[in-house]
């Protein structure tokens, strides 16, 4: 009997994913780093005329930030803290004999203050808003971060760990949903670039609990959230690889963001999942970066020869 490899298994075969034991934690090699690259730099092209801000975060935010931001209040089951060590020597010691014995030893971490970044944009706000009102433009930001959320998974679409690219608009109501109505029709012709399937659908972020039925429900009544949905995983449904998100007032409540006249300032977000994005045109044009459409690898920055062996665009052949 000849059983067809899963698209999961033709990743690790390929050695595109590299396991390291625990689901939806993968190492990459230079194929799935040149795609992202190759991403990055088409994601910048279509942002460039808006000369939006760049801000760059480490993977993780302050403490304060994070209990502010109020995610333990709608996805307390995503959230990835960071301890470390906190005793002495003989602490120490205690420790290394637990481990030794196959014991529990997380006794002695304390918190670090630091909680993984589950958004790129989240770190985002509190910094706007330590400024001051906004301008009457208001604010646009291009902001990238890995991103964390724990929902192990074998879906090779659902990574624990994951790069999350994203323009962020705060401003006048009119300001964010303009912005937000753009980028769905601009979302439709970066996907066309790229060369692969999708639709866009109204959709909602998984609420925690029973409360989160209705936060999903009211989400969706509102149509807060769009995705641009991509055909991926066989078997399944397609995969969001982008989003689309308007959040009315509640990041300007939060954080007390106001406009240029005193307003309570809206915010809107459009997130582009990277691995996603490598994994759907993995999926579509196949392993061999080579062999991809020109029109394709001319948008995504590559040069006339992609070499597997390449550990980045930048040392592509041209
Ligand atoms: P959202 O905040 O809308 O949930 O996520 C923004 C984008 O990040 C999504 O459209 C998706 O492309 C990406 N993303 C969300 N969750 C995951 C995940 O579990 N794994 C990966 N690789 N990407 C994700
Ligand atoms: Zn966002």
């Known amino acids: 009997m000849n059983i067809e490899p899963t698209f999961r298994e033709q990743l690790i075969d390929a050695g595109i994913l590299i396991p390291l034991g625990v689901d939806g934690v993968w190492g990459r090699n230079g194929v799935f780093e040149a795609i992202c690259a190759g991403l990055e730099h088409a994601i910048s092209e279509a942002g460039l005329n808006d000369a939006p801000e760049v801000m760059r975060f480490p993977p993780a935010m302050p403490q304060d930030y994070f209990e502010k931001s109020g995610y333990m209040k709608n996805f307390p089951h995503f959230a990835g803290t960071i301890h470390s060590f906190d005793g002495d020597e003989r602490g120490q010691h205690k420790l290394l004999g637990q481990m030794a014995r196959g014991e529990p030893w997380m006794e002695q971490q304390q918190p670090a203050g630091l909680v993984l970044t589950p958004a790129a944009c989240y770190s985002v706000y509190p910094t706007l808003a330590r400024r001051g009102p906004l301008a009457n433009v208001g604010a646009l930001v291009d902001v990238y971060c890995w991103c964390f959320r724990h929902e192990p998974?074998?879906?090779?679409?659902?990574?624990?760990?994951?790069?999350?690219?994203?323009?962020?608009?705060?401003?006048?109501?009119?300001?964010?949903?303009?912005?937000?109505?753009?980028?769905?029709?601009?979302?439709?012709?970066?996907?066309?670039?790229?060369?692969?399937?999708?639709?866009?659908?109204?959709?909602?972020?998984?609420?925690?609990?029973?409360?989160?039925?209705?936060?999903?429900?009211?989400?969706?009544?509102?149509?807060?959230?769009?995705?641009?949905?991509?055909?991926?995983?066989?078997?399944?449904?397609?995969?969001?690889?982008?989003?689309?998100?308007?959040?009315?007032?509640?990041?300007?409540?939060?954080?007390?963001?106001?406009?240029?006249?005193?307003?309570?300032?809206?915010?809107?977000?459009?997130?582009?999942?990277?691995?996603?994005?490598?994994?759907?045109?993995?999926?579509?044009?196949?392993?061999?970066?080579?062999?991809?459409?020109?029109?394709?690898?001319?948008?995504?920055?590559?040069?006339?020869?992609?070499?597997?062996?390449?550990?980045?665009?930048?040392?592509?052949?041209?």
């Open 153 to 318: 998974s074998l879906e090779p679409t659902r990574f624990q760990f994951f790069r999350m690219r994203e323009f962020v608009r705060v401003g006048t109501v009119a300001q964010v949903m303009a912005f937000r109505e753009d980028w769905v029709a601009r979302g439709k012709v970066f996907a066309t670039s790229l060369g692969i399937p999708f639709e866009v659908d109204i959709a909602n972020d998984p609420f925690f609990g029973r409360g989160g039925k209705l936060m999903a429900d009211s989400q969706r009544e509102q149509a807060l959230k769009f995705e641009l949905l991509v055909p991926i995983n066989e078997g399944a449904g397609p995969t969001a690889c982008m989003s689309f998100n308007y959040h009315m007032t509640h990041f300007g409540e939060t954080w007390d963001m106001r406009t240029e006249d005193g307003e309570v300032a809206h915010t809107a977000c459009i997130g582009f999942g990277i691995e996603r994005l490598a994994l759907a045109m993995l999926r579509h044009h196949g392993f061999d970066l080579d062999l991809w459409p020109v029109d394709v690898r001319a948008f995504m920055g590559f040069g006339t020869k992609v070499s597997k062996s390449v550990g980045s665009v930048d040392a592509v052949e041209a």
